[in-house]
């Protein structure tokens, strides 16, 4: 393998990793284009380095490169496990993972010379991330949100705000009460369940007319 293949390698990894650390980027998650492209130039590294060493040492020294490679698929859940996180009732970060630990592969079928199937996989990955969100929202049954609502503590208001959300079958799976700094006013950190996702706009909009509450927004 010359200088040229092993550069071109390294850089169709950059940008079919690019590619789905993009959309991970737009979402706003903490492992986006840079991690995503990180992981899979590195792990693409990694494979080209294996078969090199197998190059250079054949006929002196068995070398498997498979076995560097497996290294790279059983370290990157240290790094898929730091993106995943449990907020409260919740746990976030899984897709982000699994696309971390997806790129690793890209990277090691790009520097082994599976080109191919490291572009299918790339375009299979994006049609999962970018197309089967809408999916995902037509076939859940049950959606987990926080709302975070300013407002003056007192029995009357916590009751109208649990019909409030009773009116919509809003679930209230956690609560938190914050101080939010002001005299009488406090934050309510609420983990609720929805049965619809459309449901978010209009119990947003009952909640912040409701006697008392200042502000209300999503997390």
């Not at 560097?68 to 982000?96: E, W």
Request: proline fraction near 1%.
């Amino acid at each position: 393998m010359n200088n040229g293949d092993m550069i071109a390698r390294l850089l169709i990894t950059a940008v079919l990793a690019g590619c789905i650390g993009f959309e991970r980027e737009r979402h706003g998650r903490a492992a986006g284009l840079r991690t995503h492209l990180l992981v899979a130039v590195g792990s693409c590294l990694i494979m080209l380095t294996a078969l090199d060493l197998m190059v250079q040492l054949t006929g002196r020294v068995n070398v498997d490169p498979t076995r560097m490679a497996a290294q790279v698929v059983s370290g990157i859940g240290f790094l898929g496990a730091g993106t995943i996180m449990r907020f409260r009732a919740s746990v976030r970060g899984l897709t982000t993972a699994a696309s971390l630990w997806a790129v690793a592969g890209i990277g090691l079928a790009v520097g082994s010379g599976f080109v191919s199937g490291a572009g299918a996989a790339t375009l299979i990955i994006l049609v999962a991330l970018f197309g089967f969100s809408r999916l995902e929202r037509h076939l859940r049954k049950d959606w987990y949100k926080t709302l975070v609502v300013e407002t003056a503590i007192s029995s009357d208001h916590l009751v109208q705000l649990r019909r409030a959300l009773a009116d919509y079958d809003v679930e209230i799976r956690d609560l938190e009460v914050k101080p939010s700094g002001q005299p009488d006013v406090s934050i309510l950190q609420l983990d609720l369940k929805l049965v619809s996702s459309q449901d978010e706009d209009r119990v947003l909009s009952e909640v912040a007319k409701l006697a008392g509450v200042q502000r209300a927004r999503w997390t």
